[in-house]
């Protein structure tokens, strides 16, 4: 009897999506040209899962005509392509929980990406792990971000990002 009971409460109770990529989970751009760029590279802005939000990299990259004197230009452009991202998710900069950047050229990037880094990102600082690489896509692309963020607590449960 106390089986069937416990059976029954399990049945009854809420049933959490078996996947995190359900659309309602999924965090894409506001525009046209945007979800074009992500439908045709196959990646989605976020993915929510919980508390969570898993960001997609960013490419901070020159512009044509730009050149490595503009690399802070380049920084900002994408911090606040993540800040957009992490808005439209249910966070915030003081939500992330790591960051993961990848860079061309470290020793030549990190002092002007730290620079940015901070205006946007204060202390108590999350974990923070950067690699330097060969090249990224596109060809201009100086470093990728990726971030992960916990959501608001106020968001934390709900279903449309």
């Not at 089986?3 to 409460?9: N, Q, R």
């Not at 049945?11 to 999924?26: D, F, G, K, T």
């Not at 790591?98 to 990406?113: G, N």
């Not at 600082?125 to 607590?153: F, N, Q, S």
Request: glycine share 8%; proline share 7%.
């Amino acid at each position: 009897m106390m089986i069937l009971t416990v059976l029954a409460a399990v049945s009854a109770a809420p049933q959490e999506p078996p996947y995190a990529r359900h659309p309602e989970n999924v965090v894409v751009p506001v525009s046209m040209e945007g979800r074009q760029e992500l439908e045709e590279w196959g990646y989605a802005d976020a993915v929510i899962d919980g508390d969570r939000v898993w960001l997609s990299g960013v490419v901070a990259g020159l512009r044509p005509g730009e050149t490595m004197a503009d690399q802070e230009a380049a920084y900002d452009r994408a911090f606040r392509r993540l800040g957009d991202v992490l808005t439209r998710a249910g966070s915030s900069y003081d939500g992330i929980v790591e960051i993961t950047t990848v860079h061309t050229d470290l020793p030549a990037q990190i002092e002007a990406f730290k620079k940015v880094k901070h205006r946007y990102i204060r202390g108590p600082y999350p974990a923070w792990t950067a690699i330097d690489i060969d090249r990224l896509v596109p060809d201009r692309g100086l470093v990728e971000i990726k971030l992960v963020a916990r959501r608001r607590p106020h968001t934390a449960g709900a279903s449309k990002p």
